[in-house]
């Protein structure tokens, strides 16, 4: 502060002194009253300095009232020390405040595009902010529904209890709003004054993934116990009655026919988690597509015992980029399901089309007894059949269209389906021109 005062008081006296020395020589040039003229000029000297303080000090006030028009007044001594330290302090906040409002954006950006939801709400339930997974999740405007009731968008029973009861202990569980699937709801306080954020997550994937692992492990258990039932029975039976050389060789080989079952059984769930938890195929290993289709054509044959007729088309030059076992096992379980649900004197085609746009498709079509609209969606899911019955005595596991379904993913297709019940049935494998050449 002394730095400051000392220069401005020497000034002030030196414009004094100044004054008073010119008034008392006027005086004396005068033949005036010397000292009188002498206390005026020391006068005149102060309302000087007094006045040229002022406007330095004016201008310094005109610029703090707006300092966004121009600079901070360039003065030297007290008022620009001054002026200089007060735009520096201003200069620092507005750093300090943009590098906040960056941190900020930055901050919600992040949030906007995490895969769960997020809504800030008052403590009138009212929004304050979400990001585009809630909005998504909960079927709400991020900008025209700010500051309105969450639980006048969200009219589901068990949100709105959940809401109102302030509970933080546990989730809400409820449907979606407008469409199929379940959410997961957490209820979280933030601040002091009764504010709440609520995070979303679409549990729909993980339901159905759960209700799928529960129906594998129910339908697991349910093909194997068929079996070992039959087998169990046999094999008491043998122990405590006598059989004839006739009826034991009937009896065996009915157990070696479910123990077949099993083995069926078992390599299916292998090649099927081997599939689901092995690499993905490379997309350099070319596998010639002529020697898959005649691989085919002697399966098929053997297959069919002669009861169709069967038609296998050349490959020709086409190849496809791949695991060659996965390729035939999709492949060959397309066929021998056209086989096995064909009734005999039907025909079974297989031919390989290659398509305009590049890529390809592995197709199996037969004259067998098709299927109902309503099943062609859940066709690929492990152990599903429309008809449990007939699957089970003409030998299938209910694993085959699902292997064909994962490999030919793993390979950057997909698996397609026409049918129509008495008008047989046309399978694709459609493989992406990346995989063809």
Known sequence: MLVWLLPRMFAAVAV???GAAMGYLAGDALDSHGPLWAFGGALAGVALAVAYDLLR?????QWLRDPQVQGAPRHTGFWGELAHRVERALLRREYDLEHERQRLTQLLTAIDAAPNGVVLVDDDDRIEWCNATAADHLGIDPLRDRRQRVTHLVRAPAFVA???SRRIDQPVIFALPGRPGSLLTWVRPYGTDGHRVLLTQDITERLRTDEMRRDFVANVSHEMRTPLTVLAGFVDTMHQIELGAGERDRVLALMQEQAARMRALLDDLLVLAQIESGPRPPVDRWVALEPLMQRLRTDALA?????HTLHVESGGQAMIAGLESELFGAMLNLV????RYTPEGGTVDVRWLPRAQGGG?????????????????RLGERFYRVDGARARATGGTGLGLAIAKHTVQRHGGELQVDSEPGKGSVFRLVFPSTRVR
């Open 361 to 377: 498709v592995f197709e199996v079509r037969d004259t067998g007894i098709g299927i109902a609209r309503e099943h062609l969606a």
């Open 57 to 61: 000090a004016r201008s310094l006030l």
């Open 162 to 164: 959940h809401l109102q």
């Open 336 to 339: 021998a399901n056209a086989v």
């Open 16 to 18: 004094t002194a100044f």
């Open 303 to 307: 297959l069919s015992g002669g009861r």
